[in-house]
Nanobody
Framework: QVQLVESGGGSVQAGGSLRLSCVAS????????MGWFRQAPGKEREGVAV???????NYADSVKGRFTISKDNAANTLYLQMNSLKPEDTAIYYC???????????????????WGQGTQVTVSS
């Protein structure tokens, strides 16, 4: 059974930083497309950053240059380093995974079959 558990959310002032973590269990971590998605109140869920099985990455335009996705295969953990946070980054952040997504599909940030419960990020001005 695939399980994803996010942590690291919180409240921070604009310009601050947070690092989100997503610990995965129940599958061979390195063989999965992994990504971070977010949903703000009243808005649709959107892709933030993804990392494919070959290590390639893609980011939403709104976070390029500020956020960095990475993973530690040995620790089965996905990270999202978020710097220069803005109030518009406020959302619930979700970790997602899928084993069927080849890199070309993974990089399109379509989500996945498996999702975590989410962690709240609040950025105040």
């Amino acid at each position: 059974q695939v399980q994803l558990v996010e942590s690291g959310g919180g409240s921070v002032q604009a310009g601050g930083s947070l690092r989100l973590s997503c610990v995965a269990s129940g599958y061979t971590y390195s063989r999965y497309c992994m990504g971070w998605f977010r949903q703000a109140p009243g808005k649709e869920r959107e892709g933030v950053a993804v990392i494919a099985t070959d290590g390639s990455t893609n980011y939403a335009d709104s976070v390029k240059g500020r956020f960095t996705i990475s993973k530690d295969n040995a620790a089965n953990t996905l990270y999202l380093q978020m710097n220069s946070l803005k109030p518009e980054d406020t959302a619930i952040y979700y970790c997602a995974a899928d084993s069927l997504y080849r890199p070309s599909r993974c990089l399109r940030m379509e989500g996945g079959r498996f999702w975590g419960q989410g962690t709240q990020v609040t950025v105040s001005s």
